[in-house]
């Protein structure tokens, strides 16, 4: 699993604005107990010492510290016990002063050891979620929110299966990976007509899998390739900005591309299609790809070594029935 490094400085800022809230609010309640008996003041800087004092004696050379540690803690045990009854003479709780973190587990840094805690990592999905969200400008999509009923029960008289039929199949394998999606997984194909749900399951996948805490990248071909264009011929201020973008489509965990077939047709296009989808799979990498293109259209559009990789590196998954979107506003019966 990578992380978005963008998202996760983001996740880090909020956990650093958590931290200082926390100070801040630590800082007011030892401003109030000292105000209400300055004893107490006097007894956090005495246990400052203490620990000071213990410093000291530990790096001392030729003596043996034992016995003036042994005498520092139980000073500094007697200093936390009349410190405790200070502060409850004085109206506070014992432990009103006493170190809190809002995550006692990496007292607040983000890091349990050497690996990010918990903590930051839930930060970290909520602001992948967060970043999607602002992409996709859905809201609704997930899997407790697809309908089948939009599509038909008559039988194709081709197939035998019907729309309903063949749909609840694609439904059922999209929440399957989402939910066990891994750098084992497949890379997707999803290919049929306009309005049949192509974005709103790989829309619903990517929020799972973000969920998961892998890092996602979502947007839609024209986009895509307009920053590789935008890095080729150096068009716009902030080429950095569009470098780093360009990293996260290639290095994320899951890339999806909604829409392909939608750009301007170019030969640079095609290139960086290929780019885009050799590197990620050198790399293991995974990638969903929808389109509304047939298989002849995307033949005649891209190169054979794209087609050979959209062929042979994608499970192809092919929505069908009508319109949708054409069903909810009416146009169809």
Sequence with gaps: MSLDGKILARAKARLDERRAANERMMARRRAAAYARDPRIAEIDAQMKRTVIDAIDVALKKGADPVEALDEIRDRSLSLQEERALTLTAAGFSPDYLSDSYICPKCKDTGYDGTKLCSCLMDLYREEQVKELSQLLKLGEESFDSFRLDY???????????????????????????????????????????????????????????????????????????????????????????????????????????????????????????????????????????????????????????????????????????????????????
């Design 151 to 333: 599509y038909s029960e008559e039988p194709d008289p081709r197939t035998g299966i019907s729309p309903r039929a063949l749909m609840a199949e694609v439904f059922d394998f999209a929440a399957e990976y989402a939910r066990n999606f891994s750098m084992k997984s497949l890379n997707l194909f999803f290919r049929g007509g306009t309005g049949l749900g192509k974005t709103f399951l790989a829309s619903s996948i990517a929020k799972v899998v973000a969920e998961r805490g892998y890092s996602v990248v979502y947007d839609t071909a024209a986009s895509v390739f307009s920053r590789y264009e935008q890095d080729k011929f150096n068009r716009g201020e902030d080429l950095e900005k569009v470098r780093s973008e360009i990293k996260r489509i290639e290095t994320c965990d899951l890339l999806i591309i909604d829409d392909l077939g939608t750009e301007m047709p170019s030969n640079f296009v095609t290139s960086a299609l290929y780019t885009i989808i050799n590197t990620r799979n050198i790399t293991g990498k995974k990638t969903i790809i929808t389109s509304n293109l047939t298989p002849k259209e995307l033949g005649s559009r891209y190169s054979p070594a794209v087609m050979s990789r959209l062929e042979g590196d994608f499970l192809s998954l092919r929505f069908v029935g009508r319109d949708i979107r054409r069903i909810k506003s009416g146009s169809i019966d």
